[in-house]
């Protein structure tokens, strides 16, 4: 056999092992990272697991030079590095693909690959970078056009711009965080074929994720992280995933919630070419046309910006319609204030629920009763009866199982699932017509996102109408009656359920098939 | 014959001036323009062209040091610099609101040179001066000449700053970083880039311009210092960079506009233009480039499209 060749095709020197020993991240109130060892070799994909604040991004961002770690030290071919920034990182070979893209979208692909170049002098020499750039994109299967705006391209290809941007700066070892978050199932399988290749070649990769299935499918070791701390590091060879689900959780978890058969009611929301804008004034509803019966789930897939925030937003009150229409119950609602959609019935858990679900800095209490505030059984005359918001309060906490020191404390210190599930528990209780859940369980631990799939399917078998909007294709096909797929502010096609299989729904996610 | 050739003459001055007026609105606009691009509102702009002013025609007058214009150009750089790296501090390193910063330094650009006026010049200063170059042949030209090549050198330098800028921006590494920091500081930072050097250098580049902006205002254009003598040119500067959709040439077309609408009040004042047999009552065409400023950022709708997505906005590591 030929020995291994030191330098990569991108022109850095592959990093035969990196490793971090002992790392202990504190931020107030968190232990983030409890003594965590972690390493990863070249030609290894070293899958890294966890649920949301497991420890993994911390652990990853000290990797890249973003935080600085309390104990502990990195080590490169056993020599001990340290990284102040990520110029640091990035000098050293490490690169990082982040959930959220590091891109600016304002500037064209090239000018992005160019901005991350030290060594270029004062003037730009983008001829050169455009060329390189197309020889990597050729050589790794990565379609790019060099010269669009970041802005126009979809979310995949923004993907591929970074995974050829970090190959750009002779990244020898790639951190991919939750890579396939936002990608179509066809998209996962192209990127996977490049992270492949990449491995042969010789670069070490750090593949983050959540999605079970995918780490089984690429890695070929697999570390757990649980509370800030390392469960177990496993060899990828006959690993059940659930086995996996229980070293993250620590017990058993039930991936399909029960959901019996219902008999579906008469129509409760009809939304018929509805059209609006986005924040930047272009069309993003294109004549949307939908409806919901009582007791039925209408779940909306698509990959995230193709119109599904605004559709909710629109039904909600929150963004104004530029035509068509919204019936709820038979009457329309799109001349409505928020609050009288409200009282005719609407629930909203909405995407974003630290900045449009609740206030931070209110007690839970207050936050349980935003938006019944002026209701008469909170009242005494014009005054609060605060012995009455205590009992609703926490009777909502009891009922929804909330982990909360009380009712009085700040709804900034709870987790992200318990912040949900009392939005969820304080729109349940007005007992609505129309539920849109947008995103319910994004970002929320794998036990409450559990329960919140399972008060969702309650709320179906009770004649509640379910408008499901999800990035989560697995949750769509778990939960949905029937499944809409939004592609550039378009419904390109609704199928039932048992049709839908998810290559058919990622080809329509594409826009590349309708139905 | 006569009357038509007076007309002439009087167009042709009164272009001439608009171009030498545009002059300090160029450069505090450019100067805002960089420091905006990179993510930072700078509303000192108005305070460094005070301090610019008085320092350059103190320096360059007898109740100073007689010093050449030159001299007292590069002073007001200084001074603009300084005062640059101030608002820089504040805002970068600090994180403080920009908005509530800048005016702070307004305040202080406007007490400061007020009271130096008072001290080191009793409240009186005149100075040479300036002078007109004309361009060699170009200069010769039928009206055009006497119009855009008879001005002095900070005119030529103001309106030659235009083109560069937008070459800095578009063909430099730092312009290409000025931009990055503007619009996603944490993308910028992920490949490298210093936010905290490129918003420091791009924001005292912007004071050095706002100082030259004061200098030509009492060096070149006026030849003395009053209290407060800029009148608001440096918020219509920072407005302009608005009105202009962070775009050099833009911004220009914004200061001529300005400058003509500034002349404008005052050819119709000397030459008593009657509405109706009526004097124009001058104080209300002293408001209009002011008027003209609201009027223009209500109608620029191209401001929400292209704005830097992080301008006001303090750059933290690791938030998302």
């Known amino acids: 056999m030929m020995p291994p060749t030191t330098t990569l095709p991108s022109g850095h020197t592959r990093i035969e092992t990196a490793a971090l020993q002992g790392i202990s991240k504190r931020f107030p109130g968190v232990l983030a990272n409890d003594h965590v060892n972690f390493d990863v070799n070249a030609g290894e994909i070293h899958a890294l697991l966890g649920e949301n604040g497991a420890g993994k991004s911390t652990l990853m961002k000290i990797l890249y030079g973003l935080y600085q770690p309390d104990e502990g030290e990195i080590t490169l071919n056993g020599e001990v590095a340290r990284f102040h920034s990520p110029a640091d990182s990035l000098t050293a070979g490490i690169g990082m693909i982040h959930q959220h893209f590091m891109l600016v979208p304002t500037l064209t692909v090239t000018e992005n690959v160019a901005l991350g170049i030290r060594s270029g002098g004062p003037l730009l020499n983008l001829k050169q970078v455009r060329k390189r750039l197309i020889a990597l994109s050729d050589a790794y299967g990565l379609k790019i056009d060099p010269d669009v705006y970041v802005w126009q391209l979809s979310v995949g290809e923004q993907q591929r711009v970074e995974i050829v941007k970090a190959l750009y700066q002779g990244g020898a070892l790639i951190i991919l965080d939750e890579p396939t978050a936002v ?30 299935y995918e780490v089984q499918d690429l890695s070929d070791r697999i570390t757990v992280m649980r509370d800030g701390r390392v469960v177990d590091t496993i060899a990828n060879h006959g690993v059940e995933q659930r086995t996996l689900a229980r070293m993250m959780v620590g017990r058993d978890v039930q991936f399909q919630p029960d959901r019996p058969p219902v008999t579906v009611g008469e129509v409760k929301l009809a939304v018929r070419s509805l059209c ?8 993003a509803l294109k004549e949307v046309s939908l409806e919901i019966r009582a007791g039925e789930v209408l779940g909306i897939a698509g990959v995230s910006g193709n119109g599904q925030r605004e559709l909710a937003e629109c039904i909600a009150g929150l963004r104004p319609a530029t035509g068509g229409e919204v019936i709820l119950n038979g009457h329309s609602i799109l001349s ?7 009282q005719s019935g609407l629930s909203f858990v909405p995407e974003e629920r630290n900045r449009h679900g609740t206030i931070g800095s209110f007690s839970v209490a207050e936050n349980a009763i935003l938006q019944n505030n002026d209701a008469p059984q909170f009242l005494n005359g014009p005054f609060y009866n605060f012995e009455a918001i205590r009992r609703y309060t926490v009777d909502l906490i009891q009922k929804f199982n909330i982990k909360t020191p009380g009712h009085e404390t700040l709804l900034k210190n709870l ?31 794998i036990g409450a996102s559990e329960y919140i799939r399972g008060v969702l399917m309650q709320q179906r078998s009770s004649g509640v109408a379910i408008l499901l909007i999800s990035e989560d294709l697995d949750e769509i096909m778990a939960l949905s009656d029937r499944i809409a797929v939004m592609y550039e502010g378009e419904v390109v096609g609704v199928v039932d359920r048992d049709d839908a299989d998810v290559e058919t729904l990622g080809l329509m996610m594409a826009g590349a098939q309708r139905a | 014959m006569e009357s038509s050739r007076t007309l002439l003459d009087i167009l042709i001055a009164a272009s001439g001036l608009t171009l030498a007026a545009a002059t300090p609105f160029l450069f505090a606009a450019l100067g805002e323009l960089f420091a905006q691009r990179s993510g930072v509102l700078n509303l000192g702009v108005e305070g460094i062209m005070l301090m610019g002013a008085f320092t350059s025609v103190f320096v360059i007058s007898d109740k100073g040091f007689n010093a050449h214009p030159a001299v007292g150009l590069l002073v007001a750089m200084l001074v603009g610099a ?24 307004t305040l202080f650009g406007q007490g400061m040179s007020t009271l130096l006026f008072r001290v080191l010049a009793a409240g009186v200063i005149v100075a040479g001066g300036v002078e007109k170059i004309d361009l060699p042949v170009l200069s010769n030209l039928p009206v055009l000449g006497s119009i855009f090549f008879h001005q002095d050198i900070l005119t ?8 560069i800028s937008v070459w800095v ?20 930072d992920s490949m490298g880039v210093n936010v905290a050097r490129v918003r420091y250098s791009a924001v005292i580049l912007g004071g050095v311009l706002a100082g030259v902006a004061g200098a030509s205002l009492s060096m070149a254009l006026t030849g003395v210092f009053q209290e407060n003598m800029t009148a608001g040119r440096g918020f219509i500067a920072v407005a302009l960079v608005y009105f202009g959709g962070w775009s050099p040439w833009k911004v220009m077309a914004g200061a ?65």
């Open chain 2, 169 to 188: 921006l578009n063909r430099t590494t730092w312009g290409l970083q000025v931009r990055a920091v503007g619009q996603n500081p944490q993308a910028a």
């Open chain 1, 276 to 283: 609006a804008q986005n924040d930047r004034d272009l069309l």
């Open chain 1, 183 to 212: 990608l179509t199932p066809q998209e996962v399988d192209e990127l996977f074929v490049t992270l492949r290749q990449m491995r042969d070649e010789g670069h070490s990769l750090i593949f983050i994720s959540h999605k079970l």
């Open chain 2, 156 to 163: 030529y330098a103001a309106f030659a700053l235009v083109p």
């Open chain 2, 82 to 105: 300084l005062m640059g790296l101030m608002m820089a501090f504040v805002s970068v390193t600090l994180q403080a609101e920009q908005g509530i910063s800048g005016i702070g330094l």
């Open chain 1, 415 to 445: 987790s992200g699932g318990n912040v949900q599930k009392l939005i969820l528990a304080r729109e349940l209780s007005r007992q609505p017509v129309l539920l849109i859940a947008a995103q319910p369980t994004r970002g929320v631990d």
């Open chain 2, 256 to 320: 001529l506009l300005f400058s003509a609408a500034n002349n404008l009040q005052i050819w119709v004042q000397v030459l008593d233009v009657r509405v109706a047999g009526a004097a124009i009552p001058p104080n209300l065409l002293i408001m209009l480039p002011y008027v003209l400023t609201i009027v223009v950022l209500i109608f620029a709708r191209e401001r929400q499209r292209r704005e830097p997505a992080a301008l006001t906005k303090p750059f933290e590591r690791g938030e998302n």
């Open chain 1, 336 to 342: 409505l204030s928020v609050q009288e959609r409200l």
